[in-house]
Nanobody
Framework: QVQLVESGGGLVQPGGSLRLSCVAS????????MAWYRQAPGNQREWVAS???????SYSDSVKGRFTISRDNAKSTVYLQMNSLKLEDTAVYYC???????????????WGQGTQVTVSS
């Protein structure tokens, strides 16, 4: 059983910062791509940022220059440093990881349950 648990969400003023963390636990052989998504009420879930196991990083245009994704493989953790937060960043943030659980197992995608980020003055 693989579980992803996000933390670090909360209420912040426009222009403020938050750092999200997502820790994977369970039977894990290898974690390939780690990513962050978000979903605001009434909206589709959208991709925010991703980082591959080789360190290649991509961001959506809406967060580029403000957010930074990083990973700690020893801790099976992905982070999202969010700076210069805007009202439109308000959403539930979800982490997603592509995980291979065993030598001959397939790579599957796993989701956390999400953490609420609210940007409000």
């Amino acid at each position: 059983q693989v579980q992803l648990v996000e933390s670090g969400g909360g209420l912040v003023q426009p222009g403020g910062s938050l750092r999200l963390s997502c820790v994977a636990s369970g039977s894990i052989l290898n974690i390939n791509t780690m990513a962050w998504y978000r979903q605001a009420p009434g909206n589709q879930r959208e991709w925010v940022a991703s980082i591959t196991n080789s360190g290649s990083i991509s961001y959506s245009d809406s967060v580029k220059g403000r957010f930074t994704i990083s990973r700690d493989n020893a801790k099976s953790t992905v982070y999202l440093q969010m700076n210069s937060l805007k009202l439109e960043d308000t959403a539930v943030y979800y982490c997603n990881m592509r995980i291979q659980r065993s030598r001959f197992g397939l790579e599957n995608g796993y989701w956390g349950q999400g953490t609420q980020v609210t940007v409000s003055s």
